[in-house]
T-cell receptor
């Protein structure tokens, strides 16, 4: 079974500093990996995904993520955080194997608080 | 949230009552999904459908039912058998592509509480 772990419940960072949100995954084969962001009382918004190719993926709002197969990680990063980046961030994985179908498995979420 | 409409935004359920959450999409997506979100547990898949008149159970289907009579609609019924229904419910949709990297688009959610 596929699974995702986000080891930090909350990340605090000062505005202008680099932001990293950690994610590790477990799948039986090669993964599709996603990051989503959720603002209070709203649905999730897609940030970026890794399918294949370059290990560094660039996404919306200046975010990027680095796929590391040996460490089974897909950490989300932003070089300079903004107060408006404060939100709940979810990592998700889909197994490329046919048995997994189209199902996404989500991590528990990491709350990011960017202080002015 | 554009393209996927969930209603109502807030819903209250009495003991022993069934309630239905609406989800409509105008994105012409084949696949639709229902998730339950509880604090600290992320999103858990309840049901999903990849085509009209067909759907599959997710990880926590017990106490829930769905139908998919139209491509654009995927209502979720929370039955009286669901003993702990208080949660934030999210509907999503996506294309069903051969590549598998299909992005899911989410509605704004329905918050269900028990009276």
């Amino acid at each position: 079974a596929q699974s995702v772990a986000q080891p930090e419940d909350q990340v605090n960072v000062a505005e202008g500093n680099p932001l990293t949100v950690k994610c590790t995954y477990s799948v039986s084969g090669n993964p599709y990996l996603f990051w989503y962001v959720q603002y209070p009382n709203r649905g999730l918004q897609f940030l970026l995904k890794y399918i294949t190719g370059d290990n560094l993926v660039k996404g919306s709002y200046g975010f990027e993520a680095e796929f590391n197969k040996s460490q089974t990680s897909f950490h989300l990063k932003k070089p300079s955080a903004l107060v408006s980046d404060s939100a709940l961030y979810f990592c998700a994985v889909r197994d490329k194997g046919k048995a997994a179908g189209n199902k996404l498995t989500f991590g528990g979420g990491t709350r990011v608080l960017v202080k002015p | 949230d554009g393209g996927i409409t969930q209603s109502p935004k807030y819903l209250f359920r009495k003991e022993g009552q069934n309630v239905t959450l609406s989800c409509e999409q105008n994105l012409n997506h084949d696949a639709m999904y229902w998730y339950r979100q509880d604090p600290g547990q992320g999103l858990r898949l309840i049901y999903y459908s990849q085509i009209v008149n067909d759907f599959q159970k997710g990880d926590i289907a017990e106490g829930y039912s769905v139908s998919r009579e139209k491509k654009e609609s995927f209502p979720l019924t929370v039955t009286s058998a669901q003993k702990n229904p208080t949660a934030f419910y999210l509907c999503a949709s996506s294309i069903v592509g051969a590549g598998g990297g299909d992005i899911q688009y989410f509605g704004a959610g329905t918050r269900l509480s028990v009276l």
